[in-house]
């Protein structure tokens, strides 16, 4: 039975997974349709004389010249239409890998200086807000069945994290991280004591232990034998000490301050 948080760690992890599939899938149908769309205004710019030579006689030719958009294309047409159209694939696309290295948390730095609320510091909601921005822009025109499935996955995927971005605010990137999971299981044990840091003395005592340990092991090799004895309190005990380099001293006798001095106890 894992821990309440192993579970969390591993869906939000699990959700990043999915973001990551989503974002590439979303940046892989851009260059596609991107590509799609080029090829329509080549043709459109190429067929545009034979097309107005037509729509003359021809009204079905003068609907295709005064479309709205380029046919087979999601590029208006318009002034500037394609300068446009390809303005605003490029702007998801470098969105989108802006995205990704977020998700990966590299590099951290830039991040917290320049996009703050893709840093650490920030929960998922950010994120999700701009993913539904760009599945949202996506939609909105007419895209082919790849970049249709695609921008609709991103989309509900950044419902997901705004949702999960509510539940756990600015801590989520860091339940999910992998450096905080190992430093958490290193700080397993309590630090603070009824309001008191206890780290030093949690962290001077394993050492303290050793050392002792180590210095009977060394006694117990060096003398086997007097190890084994005991000489108490007495005459022996003393003498052992002094051997050992140990000073034993008799206490200096006082008496409290309200008692009489024994020289004017004795006049």
């Known amino acids: 039975m894992l821990p309440p948080r192993a579970y969390t760690f591993i869906g939000l992890n699990g959700l990043r997974v999915l973001s990551v599939i989503a974002m590439l899938l979303v940046f892989s149908s851009n260059i596609v349709q991107l590509v799609h769309d080029v090829q329509a205004v080549n043709r459109f710019q190429e067929g545009k004389t034979a097309i107005s030579a037509a729509a003359a006689s ?5 609907d295709i010249l005064h479309a709205d958009y380029i046919i087979d294309s999601t590029v208006p047409n318009q002034p500037a239409g394609v300068f446009w159209a390809v303005v605003n694939r490029l702007l998801i ?13 590299w590099p951290s730095a830039f991040f917290n200086r320049f996009f703050p609320i893709l ?3 920030f929960g998922l909601g950010p994120l999700g807000i701009v993913q539904c921005l760009l599945g949202a822009a996506i939609l909105s025109h007419h895209v082919d069945e790849f970049s249709l499935v695609a921008a609709f996955f991103l989309f509900s ?3 997901v994290n705004i949702f999960a971005g509510l539940i756990f605010r600015a801590s989520a990137k860091s339940k999910r991280s992998v450096t905080s999971w190992r430093d958490h299981a290193k700080n397993a044990l309590p630090t603070h004591v009824a309001g008191v840091d206890i780290r030093p003395v949690a962290s001077a005592a394993p050492s303290f232990v050793s050392s002792v340990f180590k210095g009977s092991d060394a006694e117990k090799q060096q003398a086997p ?12 005990g003393e003498k052992a000490a002094g051997l050992r380099g140990y000073l ?12 009489p001095s024994r020289s004017n106890s004795a006049a």
């Open 58 to 62: 021809n009204a079905t030719a003068e």
């Open 93 to 105: 696309i470098f969105q989108v890998i802006i995205l990704l290295l977020s998700e990966f948390g």
């Open 119 to 121: 840093g650490k510091d």
């Open 157 to 159: 995927l950044g419902c």
């Open 225 to 236: 034998a007097e190890a084994k004895i005991g000489y108490g309190f007495g005459v022996q």
């Open 248 to 259: 034993i001293s008799k206490p200096i006798e006082s008496l409290p301050r309200y008692a």
